[in-house]
């Protein structure tokens, strides 16, 4: 069965440092990974797609995240955390084939000033 | 101008009432989604619609009836109201189905009381 974890519930960092949010994804074929980011009361956003072309995928607002097959992970980083990147995060797998996006259940990051 | 489009944006009603919740989306997508996400933010499909024909129907309860009256509107019925029905509902749309990228209405918060 397809799946995917967010290995971290809620990340704090400190204005500045980088992000790292960790994605594992289970599919018995080829995914279509993504991230979404949900800010507060607000709908989701795709930040960035995975689809079988480059593995180190550039997102908008300077994330990037980075396929990797033999780990089965699709971790989401940034170099340098703003305020404005409080908000929920979330990892999605669509299995190659299906109609389905199957989603994470979300990483709350967390920006101290 | 606004791609995914929902109304109302907030709904509160009793037990038992009948209430609907409208999409629209102007991307000229053909395919359409609801999808629920519940108090502690988890995202899960209910329903998908391409080209006015239903693709995705999880297991709902047969109270939440979609419908679709061309491929730009998804509605979203619900009869006879529970407590359990409270959540925020959103409506998506995709260029076709399957890996590519949804994009995301602003939801609708539904309060059953």
């Known amino acids: 069965a397809q799946s995917v974890t967010q290995l971290d519930s809620h990340v704090s960092v400190s204005e500045g440092t980088p992000v790292l949010l960790r994605c594992n994804y289970s599919?018995?074929?080829?995914?279509?990974l993504f991230w979404y980011v949900q800010h507060p009361n607000k709908g989701l956003q795709l930040l960035l797609k995975?689809?079988?072309?480059?593995?180190l995928v550039k997102g908008i607002n300077g994330f990037e995240a980075e396929f990797k097959k033999s780990e089965t992970s699709f971790h989401l980083t940034k170099p340098s955390a703003h305020m404005s990147d409080a908000a929920e995060y979330f990892c999605?797998?669509?299995?190659?084939?299906?109609?389905?996006?199957?989603f994470g259940t979300g990483t709350r990051l967390k920006v101290l000033a | 101008d606004t791609a995914v489009s929902q109304t109302p944006k907030y709904l509160v009603t009793q037990m038992g009432n009948d209430k609907s919740i409208k999409c629209e989306q102007n991307?000229?997508?053909?395919?359409m989604y609801w999808y629920k996400q519940d108090s502690k933010k988890f995202l899960k499909i209910m329903f998908s619609?391409?080209?006015?024909?239903?693709?995705i129907n999880e297991t709902v309860p047969n109270r939440f009836s979609p419908k679709s009256p061309d491929k730009a509107h998804l509605n979203l019925h619900i009869n006879s109201l529970e407590l359990g029905d409270s959540a925020v509902y959103f409506c998506?749309?995709?260029?076709?189905?399957?890996?590519?990228?949804?994009?995301f209405g602003p939801g609708t918060r539904l309060t059953v009381t």
């Open positions: 999605v797998v669509s299995p190659a084939g299906t109609y389905k996006y199957i």
């Open positions: 599919s018995s074929y080829s995914p279509s």
């Open positions: 995975y689809t079988s072309a480059a593995t």
């Open positions: 998506a749309s995709s260029q076709v189905v399957g890996t590519y990228e949804q994009y």
């Open positions: 619609y391409n080209n006015k024909e239903l693709i």
């Open positions: 991307l000229g997508h053909d395919t």
